[in-house]
């Protein structure tokens, strides 16, 4: 398998990762009575921040949101590298280094905060691009 095709494999994990968390993340159903008290405080208690009316669940609705539109991005990338990595290896530079800095970063905040499915697929995102990065490339005509 050539860094063409993991690049690819990991755009397709990186779409399917932002669309499970947005569904989670819009879930409407609370997994105990202690979760559903937390969502509604969230919700309910406001407070002023720099001039604007804020609630905690804004934050945890805005943050979600953004990593949702941060993973399709990445998979822009990730796929926009794919398509270097067959027409012109050398150009791709640190960008892919970079894109799995982030995304070991993203990975060990999984393994931290979370469960094992986002642990799962953040992984394997790992797994995809270090093969792509580390692989030697070659142009492909």
Request: aromatic share 12%.
């Amino acid at each position: 398998m050539n860094c063409a095709l993991f690049y690819r494999i990991a755009a397709g994990l990186l779409i399917f990762f932002a669309l499970a968390h947005t569904a989670g993340l819009l879930s409407s159903k609370a997994p105990s009575t202690e979760a559903a008290l937390v969502r509604h405080a969230m919700k309910d208690v406001q407070f002023h921040n720099m001039g604007t009316t804020n609630t905690f669940y804004g934050y945890y609705l805005g943050f979600g949101l953004s990593l949702s539109a941060y993973l399709l991005f990445a998979a822009f990338v990730s796929l926009h590298l794919g398509a270097l990595a067959k027409r012109n290896p050398s150009t791709i530079g640190g960008l892919g280094c970079a894109l799995l800095a982030v995304q070991i970063s993203i990975f060990v905040i999984c393994c931290i905060d979370f469960f094992a499915a986002p642990i799962v697929v953040s992984g394997l995102v790992v797994v995809c691009l270090g093969l792509a990065v580390f692989r030697p490339a070659r142009a492909q005509d």
